[in-house]
């Protein structure tokens, strides 16, 4: 059997799966990872994206943040691809417990999931550091595109996304709600991630079972740990899988 076709069986055979994901999960609609060939980190930024998305470049630099934010991480008319349908579609089984994601971009409740558990926060949701008032992308975006400055809040405060920036904690419920996905996880699926950002990286070795199935373009440090590996795009694999649950 070849496979994708072992992985369908687990599937199949499953109603407790959780999905670990990230950047790589996006890439097929549009939104560049970090660290591929076509990654950010290659599109020779003056100052590498890591330092302009931290804490202290955001409260000492916060148009310069900005300026990058919106040109780099903001893709407003993105969809989301197979693999966010799939595991829609798997929730909606009854098969998928829950996604774990690294992403930012929302893509995976766009797609229909409910159960998402955004490690890094999501650009869908800002909050004004002066009155705590929060709103949304558009509401921040147009703000940002008015005024050729920081987006502020109705109040004038200078307003922050709500993702988690480095140099800053991960958020303790979605730690720990992410941590008992994986932990009770019949089958965990990991995809799209090259795994070397922590502590999020980190959250698999919760993970105790023996259906551990990698999904990477590029081979990561956890490669030797998986029962079940591809080393291709994630589209390979994931839309053989989603038409034959989509029958
Ligand atoms: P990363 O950029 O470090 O690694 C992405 C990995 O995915 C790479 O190893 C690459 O080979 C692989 N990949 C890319 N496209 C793929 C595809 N189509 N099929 C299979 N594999 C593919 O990303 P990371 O590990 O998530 O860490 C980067 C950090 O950047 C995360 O914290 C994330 O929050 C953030 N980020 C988020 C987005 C987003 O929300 N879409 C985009 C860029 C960065
Ligand atoms: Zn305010």
Redesign the pocket.
């Known amino acids: 059997m070849d496979n994708v076709n072992k992985l369908i069986e687990l599937l199949e055979n499953s109603d407790n799966i959780v999905f670990f994901g990230?950047?790589?999960v996006?890439?097929?609609s549009g939104?560049?990872?970090?660290?591929?060939a076509e990654?950010?980190y290659q599109m020779g930024n003056r100052i590498p994206p890591e330092v302009i998305l931290s804490h202290d470049f955001f409260y000492r630099h916060t148009k310069e943040f900005y300026d990058f934010y919106f040109k780099h991480?903001i893709y407003p008319d993105v969809l989301p691809n197979a693999t966010h349908i799939l595991l829609a579609k798997l929730e909606q089984l009854g098969k998928l417990k829950a996604v774990v994601t690294?992403?930012?971009?929302g893509l995976h409740q766009r797609a229909g999931s409910k159960a998402v558990f955004e490690m890094?926060g999501t650009v869908n949701r800002y909050i004004c550091l002066d009155c705590n008032r929060k709103c949304d992308l558009n509401f921040a975006h147009s703000s940002y595109q008015k005024s050729k400055d920081v987006p502020r809040c109705q109040c004038g405060g200078v307003l922050k996304p709500d993702v988690v920036l480095y140099g800053e904690a991960l958020d303790q419920a979605v730690i720990e709600q992410s941590a008992k996905a994986i932990a009770e996880a019949e089958v965990l699926i990991v995809?799209?991630?090259?795994?070397?950002?922590y502590p999020?990286?980190g959250f698999i070795n919760y993970y105790h079972g023996n259906k551990l199935v990698l999904?990477?373009?590029?081979a990561?440090a956890y490669d030797k740990n998986a029962n079940l590996h591809f080393k291709?795009?994630?589209?390979e694999v994931v839309e053989p899988v989603l038409e034959y649950f989509s029958k």
């Open positions: 990230g950047a790589g996006s890439t097929e939104i560049p990872d970090f660290r591929s990654g950010l991480m690294q992403n930012i971009d890094h995809a799209g991630s090259s795994l070397v950002v999020a990286a999904i990477n373009a590029e990561t291709c795009r994630l589209k």
